[in-house]
């Protein structure tokens, strides 16, 4: 078959050689090692990362464990292709980490012909837009994620090959870009990690009193925390006999006994308290059989928040939000949404939250969202504060680490214990904390830029030495 003859455009701008495309199945040589599977052996198994991020080793297993499922033995220079994820980039060149190694069915094999390709070079070229397009073009399917590489196919695929110096060539050059950009990649991919725990800091730090202790030296005279707890206490009990009056003369709802939680004087800081969250809070979420299915929502009518909506920093975005009927906005009065209100995800990705501002309309959440009020003793945004630092953090990465679908209960949350600052000084931590957030956020969103930047880095080099013109 005489194909077309057209230029590859190297980092050299200066030194363009011709070249020709061949079709896959000229490169690629299909070899498959099966192993029998032994009673008394350990297979430690590989997989491989999608967009040309290498190879992983699974822990060994022993041959219960495999049961019937075929191995095949890996060796050092094998090209292999994920059946079912080559066109996202699974590809990968085994190296001397990977003797003695085994792999599945899905963990295609083969040999590169080197007298038309060098297989790193092959590698780089299906790590390029180009290559991709070709592999998802001989991967059919719709399976979510899974589109099967169809091998019978390789004919179709068209690898564009200069002489092997320029092949050479390529590949040094790509790998010199590689080997300078991998460590700003590594700087640059623990950016978010590192201003995550910047911003656990500054909130641990503002929540236990040690942003404010000059300011507390300035303000003597504020009351303490202790004297508006008994306050609220004594308030609550006279009200609750007064609606328990009402109730025995059947003129009102039975009242909640809300009067007895519990508090004790900080054993630090003497104008602080320190109580039991239970009932200083008002905390509900959506009722299990109340759910709503995608079928309900509606193109006009109450706000439907959910997950996708607790992204913007510290606030809820409306953008995007699905909208339900006026009945089902009406059936569930607990969670209709106030301004100030702390949204705090249970189900999934625990721990994240997020707070209301700027409400405009009737607005509401889906079952996966705990709707968080202060009451008399908090100022909101203090206790959102609370809610978003460490203590309650904590929690959700350790059962986000456990496995299956990690969950937070409203009892969680009722049972911590939380250091009650006086409301002015309450008022103070917002305004010092948020002054400091603020940086934090200006720099996150300058980093943002530079790691989109970084990740399109290799994208470009790689198009820069595949670019046919």
Known sequence: MNSPQYSLKQHNRNNRMNFTFTPLDKILESIRRPV?????KEYSEIGVYSFGRGIFHKSPRSAIEIGNKELFTIKPGDFILHLTFAWEGAVAIASAKEEGRYGSTRFLTYKVNEDLCLPQYLLYYFMTKNGLEQLKKISPGSAGRNRVLNTGRFSEVLVPLPLRDVQKKTIDNLEAFFIKFAPINNRVSNIPSLLEKLV???LQYACSGKLTGDWRIENKSIPPAIKILEKIKTEREANFKIQYERWKNKEDEKPTQDYDFLYEAHPEITTWAKAKLDKLIYIAGRIGWKGLTADEYVEEGPLFLSVSNMHEDEYVNFNGANHVTNERY??????????????????GSIGKIAMVKNLKEPTTVNGSILVVRGREAFIPKFLFYFL???????IAKNRIRRGSTPHLFQRDIRKFIIP???LEEQKEIIKQTEKLLNIVYKNQKRHDKIISLAKKLPSAALKSAFKIE
């Not at 009406?330 to 189900?347: A, G, M, R």
């Not at 978003?388 to 904590?394: M, R, S, T, V």
Request: glycine fraction near 2%; charge should be negative; aromatic fraction near 0%.
């Open 420 to 422: 009650v600052p006086p």
């Open 330 to 347: 009406e059936e569930s009065p607990e969670i209709q949404l106030q301004n100030e209100d702390i949204l705090l995800v249970k189900d």
């Open 388 to 394: 978003k630092g460490p203590e309650l953090q904590n």
């Open 200 to 202: 656990l800091s500054i």
């Open 36 to 40: 029998l599977v032994e009673p008394d």
